[in-house]
């Protein structure tokens, strides 16, 4: 399978952000994962609309923007409009009327969907959505923080999403997000899962360049 690695700007210095995606981006980096808190939906308070703005400016890499905030179909309009390539939300987050009209809306705008599930959230809960998904995020960590340990438990989740895409919608992507490393992607490229997304294993380490050749090459199994 073609693995994509999205390293997280969660744990990139903010102050120097544009050079630090450049950087990733000359490491071979696919796409530029952009965590969004609001301090309601997850316990912690990133960044927002502005800064997907300057990133678009900056950047012609492709912006996979992950909303950990409340009643996301407030707002993915306003992401789209500022730059984001796919806007993911959560699916605990809102309303089943108002996720598919927000699905709806990110397409109308040309851009990509993806539903996120928090680790205590059935795989499952994505089937009615799944003809309008292009990727699916299953977390491997609380959402919220950088830095946590990955979940082996939700190894068997990403294996059923697998099988669910591979049956429906064979063209979604599946994310997998929290606690990814030369370690765990192997265990995460084994369920199915095919994008990565690696904040501290990727910014955490000096040679962010070196950092993703790691993780691609132990995901190449
Ligand atoms: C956590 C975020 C992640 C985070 C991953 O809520 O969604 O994208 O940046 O960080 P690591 O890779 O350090 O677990
Ligand atoms: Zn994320």
Excluded: W
């Amino acid at each position: 399978m073609d693995i994509k690695i999205a390293p997280s700007i969660l744990s990139a210095d903010f102050v120097r952000l544009a050079d630090e995606v450049e950087e990733i981006r000359a490491g071979g980096a696919d796409y530029v994962h952009v965590d969004v808190m609001d301090g309601l939906f997850v316990p912690n308070i990133s960044i927002g609309i502005p800064v997907v703005k300057s990133l678009r400016k900056a950047t012609d890499m492709f912006l996979d923007v992950h909303l950990m905030i409340d009643r996301p179909h407030r707002y993915v309009g306003k992401f789209c409009d500022a730059g984001a390539d796919l806007v993911c939300f959560h699916v605990e987050a809102d309303e089943p009327q108002d996720i598919l009209a927000a699905l709806d809306e990110i397409k109308a705008k040309g851009k990509k969907t993806a539903l996120s599930v928090k680790p205590k959230t059935p795989g499952s809960v994505i089937l009615p959505y799944l003809d309008r998904l292009d990727m699916v995020l299953v977390m491997t960590v609380e959402p919220g923080f950088g830095g946590q340990s990955f979940m082996a438990d939700m190894l068997p989740k990403i294996r059923g999403i697998r099988a669910l895409i591979n049956e429906y919608k064979p063209s979604c992507e599946l994310e997998v997000d929290g606690g990814i490393d030369d370690k765990t992607a192997p265990l995460v490229v084994d369920a199915g899962a095919n994008v990565l997304v690696a904040g501290s294993a990727v910014f955490g380490r000096p040679d962010r360049a070196k950092a993703i050749e790691d993780i691609r090459m132990a995901a190449a199994i």
